[in-house]
């Protein structure tokens, strides 16, 4: 009877494991970022003075480089408020004193995402980029082309094998070259946002 006892223990727990092992496997097909995939997102972007916020939409395309590392290239759009916040002072310089959600821009924006160490369904990450972007604000017709650099980071939560959720925040800094005869400005911003990635064929 004992022998019986012993024999069903052990069938018991290899069966048990088996199916730890395909769960598991299951979980790592599911998590594994791919290595092409297209997202959307939608934050906001806080700027101030000549650097454009308000409404941030983006649209991301993803592709691997390495076994951490994946190209990032980002088309996003702010959306802010008007309001003529410029003015001269008494040396005659134009000055621009914008608000936090102040302005509109679109820019485009090279980065490169690195992945750290999963934690289950979760994979954190850090993200470095440069962009190209032209703001504008209407109610005080300047104009301004920049190139801001982006520092930040995120988490990406994956919910099937097929689709991610993302969340992201970065620090935004640079210089821009403005009209009106403002010449050349600092940038200095930051973006929150959270979206969605689709993984590609």
């Known amino acids: 009877m ?6 069903i223990a052990i069938l018991s727990t290899t069966a048990y494991a088996d199916d730890s092992i395909v769960e598991t496997d299951d ?7 791919p290595d092409q995939s297209l997202g959307a997102a939608i934050g906001i972007a ?3 003075r000549v650097t454009p916020g308000g409404l941030r939409i983006e ?13 990032d290239g980002t088309a996003a759009f702010t959306f802010g408020a008007g309001g003529a916040e410029c003015f001269r002072d008494r040396m005659d310089y134009v ?7 102040d302005g509109r821009a679109i820019e485009a924006v090279a980065a490169v995402r690195r992945y750290f160490a999963p934690q289950g369904r979760y994979a954190p ?5 440069v962009g190209l ?3 504008r604000f209407g109610d005080d017709d300047v104009t301004g082309i920049g190139i801001p650099l982006h520092l930040g980071g995120g988490v990406r939560a994956a919910v099937s094998r097929q689709v991610a959720v993302v969340a992201s925040a970065e620090l935004v800094a640079g210089i821009g070259r403005y009209s009106q005869g403002m010449g050349n ?3 200095l911003g930051f973006t929150v946002t959270a979206g969605a990635e689709l993984r590609l064929p």
């Open 133 to 135: 972007a032209v703001a």
């Open 46 to 48: 806080g700027g101030g």
């Open 27 to 33: 979980l790592d097909e599911e998590t594994e970022i």
């Open 59 to 71: 649209g991301h395309y993803l592709y691997q480089l390495s076994s951490q590392d994946w190209f």
């Open 185 to 187: 400005e600092p940038l």
């Open 2 to 7: 004992s022998r019986k006892l012993i024999v």
């Open 95 to 101: 000055i621009c004193d914008h608000g936090f959600a």
């Open 125 to 129: 990450y850090a993200r470095v980029g």
